[in-house]
Structure formats: structure tokens, C-alpha cells
């Protein structure tokens, strides 16, 4: 039961559900209504119909190599963030955060300029004498990758350090008194106590990336369609809302499930600690 | 607006709506939701202030127009755009989805204008063309067989992602006639389209997209709209076997009746030869009066698509073939793109 001060939070709730929820129940409402009452024809073409199969798959592996990209950069810099001296960390932090205060088309418009054939990179690797003709680095999933990793890095990295800082030192101290080497420290001690916070943050992270749309959009080149844009081009231009509201239960039905896995390793997380 | 001010206008807010006076005095704006960029920017600079300097009514405009919007604004019964933009197809998806409003031509009583540019539910107010164009330095193409053929043109693709403004190209470079073209033989199309598929760097959704990145030198062939071409350097175009479409008007369904008025009188405006000069300055595209040509002279007129020339060397979009066929060719297309 909501405590007295929980109560307050109710206009809160009933927003939600009559801005939110509501809409949502018209959704899925609508994919499973056909011209001759209930009906789950939307979802068995969209389950058939190899082409949208494909794009949940796309959307699933670059989702997750996003992710698997983010843990690779993010838990080093978190690491490495964490033993700072907290007026310096303060600064790295303001720097990981920035990216927040640019606006992610701009950051994503900013990809092409360094990706792009006659863009930063591939001009470097041309001068260096390392490539001969342009890497396909834009408008492939290699650049729609890169550009997702970008947007979600900070939102791994800033749960994952404010979990490593509840890290209590005296552990990692212990450790060393006990004779372990820092890297035995480190596998042993310390990556352990972070791997619940690092699990948590890399649902967070795939979740979030379901559902990207303009980032394929802009660095996809229109070839590496995932879920979002297919919804686009199914609502906006085909005007085939059925079969997109059933893509779309589809998807949220999906979340919603990993978001189970997300909460059972959150409480897990919160009992260890 | 902070919390005193919402407080102070709340109550004069309520005094506006209960008047009866302010009501009777009829909508002193309307809204308009064109496909946004320069083509919005033209309408803002022609067409708008003739209306507003008549009738006292302001136009705002919101961008882009998109079929899905359309549908949801109609469906939802909330009508709040008193004007809308569609391209040739999907002014005849829209009609046959039954979300527009008749328009009444007695009312706009329009000045000359082409005929096909009349329809029952819209009014043809822009051409524009679809061609091919490519960097300076790059051989360059003469049809779309040329186009096509990566080997003896060698360099990457831009296409559209719109098969309204691929499906008849592939045809014309696979050897169709000019003007055998429709109806279209999707398969041939498909085919040929395959053979090319590999070579296109990016597929476009926005008109502003290939002439970008063939500035960038992203990629070296692209099918593009023709206007603004010629003011770009070192990019070159031609209207050979390019194709020329119509972009539209229309009314949403379920508009109260003075708005809908204002509608009409605002197409009028659209009409006069004298601010489609305007237009064709912001944007070298025609608008549908005949007289343009004559009042901007032959030479300016050359890089348009209604020039005579140009209508000699295009075809003309068949949005009936599309709206028939439309919905089938999207499931086809979509599979194309998805796997591309």
C-alpha cells in the first residue's frame, strides 16, 4: 500500500494511465481487430511475411552488438572514472553528459561528417597509406552501429559508476592484505560485486535500442531498416495501421519480457548489496 | 508563461470562448501542413500573404504532410489543418480512404489554369520532375539505360526509396518505350533493379538527400527532383526520360464551413499567375497556370519542368496505375528494400 505521501503521486498515475495506457489499449486493440470481428491474421502476416521477420532479426543483433559495444567502452571508462579524485571525476562526468545536451540529430548528422568516403576517417587511413580505395563505413550497419553505441553510452556508464562507487574500498583492501595481485583483485573481488549493476545497465541499453529509429534512418542509408523504421514506412506511407499495431505488440510484448529479466537481476543487485 | 501569468489569462480565455461575438466573427487563422523545405518555403513567400492581406486571416504552416498523419487527423475527428499537401498517389490513396472534402470550384473560381491539375478533391499547385543527375567529371549518362549500367558508368547509386519514383526508371533502362511505360510490368522492373541493387549507396526518403550527397561525393549517380539543380556547381542533370509529377491541395474531411470557405479562397490565391512568379522564385518549379512561361520568358523558363522542351523529353506520373496497384507493388517493394 502506498504510504500517505505515495498518495500524492496519484494525478501522476492517472495521467498515465488515461495519456499512456489508454492509447496503448487502442493499439493493441487494433491489431487484433479485423473487419469480421477478433482476428489474429495481422499477426500471422506479420510472423509469415519474411521480410518483417528479417527486420526483427536485424534489430535483434544490432541491438545487441550495440550493447556488446557500450559494455566494451563503458565499463573501462566507469572503472577508470571510479578511482579518480572526485573534483576530476566531477569533470569526466560533465564531459559524458554532454553528449546529453546535444540534440541526437546533431549527433548523428555529425556520424556522416566523419564517416562518411570523404570524411574523417577513411581520409586519415587514405593519407596514412593503411587503405587504398574508401571503407564502407556509412550508409551499412557498421555506421548504424556506431552511431547507436554513441547515444547509449552514457546511459550505461552513469548507472554503472554510481554502482561502483557503493563498492565499499575496505573489500578491494582486503584483498591486497590477503595477498590476492590487483588482477586478482579485479576478477575475483570487484567485478563480481559490479556485474548485477553491469547486467541491469545492459538491458537497460538493449531495451532502448529496440526501439531507435532516426539513427537507422540517417546512417542506414534507407538499407538497414530495424523495427522503427519499418513501423514508419507501415503507418505513414503503406497506411497499413493493423499489421503495424501488431508489429508493435509484437515488439512490447518482446521489452516487456526482457524487462522481467531486467527486474529478477535488479532485485538480486538490491539483496546483495 | 508562468504560474501567474496561466492564472491571469485563464479567465480571459474563457471570456473568448464563451463569446458568441468572437465566435460568429469566424477563424482568424488557418492551418496548413505542406511537405516542409523549400516547397514550404515557396507557399510561404507566394501565396500566403496575398490571402492574409485580403481576408485578414493568418495561415500557419506545419511540415511534413505524410498520408499517416492525414488518416489519423480524419480518423480521430479532431480536423485541425484546413489545407493539406499530397503527391499525385497518394491524393488518389487519400480519395479512395474517403478523408477528403469536395472541393468547391464555383467558390475558388480559379484564374487559367492546366486542366489535369482540376480533380474533384484536389488542386494540382506544383510540378515537379524526377531526374537523373551526377558530379561533373563522372561520364555522363544520356537514359537510364546508361544509368544503369554500372559498368561503362562506373561509381555509386542513389536512388529513391519510393518505388512511385524507381519502378518506371528500371523499365525505361530495361528498354520499355517512353510511352508504353504503364502500365508498369513490376516483375521486369524488379529484375532489373536487382542488377543494380548492389550499387546503391543509399535510398533516399527526402527530396534533399541526393543532391547532398552528391555535393559529398558519397556517391556519383543519383535520381533526384530537377529543382535547384542548376544553381548547384559541378552537379549536372537532364530532363531526358525523366518524369513529371503533379503535387496536390486538398481539404481534410470534416471541415466546418467557414474554414472550409477560407480553404477555398486561399486556393484561389494558388491560381494567380502572379504569385506562382513569386513561388518560381524561391523554387524553379511550375505551378499550374499556363501563362508562366509567357510572363517569365523562355530562358528563365528552361530549367523548369513545363517548359516545352521538357514536357517533350519526360513522361507523366500515372497516379491512377498507382492507386490501383499501389498497396500491391508496396508489399513487393518493401521485401526489395528490406533485404536490401
Redesign the interface.
Known amino acids: 500500500m502506498p504510504d500517505a505521501n505515495g498518495w500524492r503521486a496519484l494525478p501522476l498515475l492517472a495521467l498515465f494511465l488515461i495519456v499512456f495506457d489508454y492509447s496503448l489499449g487502442g493499439l493493441l486493440a487494433k491489431s487484433v481487430n479485423g473487419s469480421a470481428g477478433l482476428t489474429l491474421q495481422y499477426f500471422k502476416e506479420a510472423w509469415t511475411?519474411?521480410?518483417?521477420f528479417?527486420?526483427f532479426v536485424d534489430t535483434l543483433r544490432v541491438s545487441l552488438i550495440a550493447t556488446v559495444v557500450c559494455v566494451l567502452l563503458g565499463y573501462p571508462l566507469a572503472y577508470w572514472m571510479r578511482g579518480l579524485p572526485e573534483r576530476r571525476r566531477a569533470a569526466v562526468m560533465t564531459l559524458v553528459l554532454m553528449t546529453f545536451w546535444v540534440s541526437i540529430l546533431v549527433r548523428t548528422y555529425a556520424w556522416?561528417v566523419v564517416l562518411?568516403?570523404?570524411g574523417l576517417v577513411n581520409r586519415t587511413l587514405l593519407a596514412t597509406g593503411l587503405i587504398r580505395e574508401p571503407l564502407t563505413l556509412?550508409?551499412s550497419e557498421v555506421g548504424v552501429t556506431i552511431g547507436m553505441a554513441n547515444v547509449l553510452l552514457p546511459f550505461l556508464v552513469l548507472p554503472l559508476l554510481t554502482a561502483m562507487l557503493r563498492i565499499d574500498d575496505r573489500l578491494l583492501r582486503a584483498a591486497a592484505s590477503l595477498g590476492a595481485s590487483r588482477r586478482q583483485t579485479f576478477w575475483r573481488v570487484f567485478f563480481p560485486l559490479s556485474l548485477p549493476a553491469l547486467g541491469v545497465s545492459a538491458l537497460l541499453l538493449f531495451m532502448l535500442s529496440l526501439g531507435f529509429y532516426i539513427t537507422p534512418?540517417i546512417l542506414g542509408?534507407?538499407?538497414v531498416?530495424l523495427l522503427g523504421n519499418?513501423l514508419d514506412?507501415l503507418?505513414?506511407?503503406?497506411?497499413e495501421?493493423s499489421l503495424a499495431a501488431a508489429i508493435s505488440t509484437a515488439l512490447l510484448a518482446f521489452a516487456l519480457a526482457v524487462f522481467a529479466v531486467f527486474l529478477r537481476l535488479n532485485r538480486m543487485m538490491e539483496t546483495k548489496s | 508563461m508562468n504560474r501567474r501569468d496561466f492564472l491571469l489569462s485563464a479567465p480571459a480565455a474563457s471570456l473568448i470562448v464563451a463569446s458568441p461575438k468572437a465566435f460568429a466573427a469566424g477563424p482568424t487563422s488557418i492551418r496548413l501542413i505542406d511537405s516542409g523545405g523549400t516547397t514550404g518555403e515557396s507557399i510561404a513567400a507566394a501565396y500566403i500573404p496575398p490571402f492574409t492581406e485580403k481576408y485578414g486571416v493568418r495561415v500557419i504552416r506545419e511540415a511534413p504532410s505524410s498520408l499517416g498523419k492525414l488518416r489519423a487527423m480524419v480518423e480521430s475527428g479532431r480536423i485541425n489543418a484546413a489545407l493539406f499537401e499530397l503527391g499525385s498517389s497518394t491524393l488518389a490513396q487519400a480519395r479512395e480512404l474517403n478523408l477528403l472534402e469536395k472541393l468547391d470550384w464555383a467558390a475558388i473560381n480559379p484564374d487559367p489554369m492546366f486542366p489535369e491539375a482540376r480533380d474533384d478533391y484536389g488542386m494540382g499547385y506544383q510540378y515537379f520532375s524526377t531526374v537523373m543527375a551526377w558530379r561533373e567529371g563522372n561520364k555522363a549518362p544520356q537514359a537510364w539505360a546508361d544509368f544503369f549500367n554500372v559498368q561503362r558508368f562506373p561509381g555509386k547509386r542513389c536512388m529513391s526509396a519510393y518505388p512511385h519514383y524507381t519502378l518506371a526508371f528500371a523499365l525505361l533502362a530495361d528498354g520499355v518505350e517512353l510511352d508504353r511505360l504503364f502500365p508498369l510490368d513490376v516483375n521486369r522492373a524488379m529484375r532489373k533493379l536487382e542488377s543494380i541493387k548492389s550499387h546503391v549507396s543509399v535510398w533516399w526518403k527526402t527530396g534533399t538527400q541526393p543532391l547532398q550527397l552528391l555535393k559529398d561525393n558519397e556517391v556519383q549517380y543519383a535520381v533526384t527532383w530537377s529543382a535547384g539543380i542548376e544553381r548547384e556547381p559541378g552537379i549536372r542533370s537532364t530532363f531526358n526520360q525523366g518524369m513529371y509529377d503533379i503535387a496536390w491541395l486538398v481539404v481534410p474531411r470534416g471541415q466546418d464551413p467557414a474554414t472550409k470557405d477560407l480553404a477555398m479562397k486561399f486556393l484561389h490565391e494558388v491560381t494567380v499567375a502572379k504569385n506562382q512568379m513569386v513561388a518560381a522564385k524561391v523554387l524553379p518549379l511550375s505551378g499550374n497556370s499556363p501563362q508562366l512561361e509567357g510572363l517569365l520568358g523562355a530562358k528563365a523558363f528552361q530549367s523548369f519542368p513545363t517548359a516545352k522542351a521538357n514536357l517533350q523529353a519526360q513522361f507523366k506520373q500515372n497516379a491512377q496505375w498507382w492507386q490501383k496497384n499501389g498497396p500491391e507493388v508496396n508489399k513487393i517493394w518493401s521485401n526489395f528494400l528490406l533485404n536490401a
Open positions: 511475411t519474411k521480410a518483417y528479417r527486420v556522416i562518411g568516403n570523404a556509412l550508409y534512418a542509408g534507407g538499407k531498416p519499418l514506412t503507418i505513414n506511407e503503406t497506411s495501421w
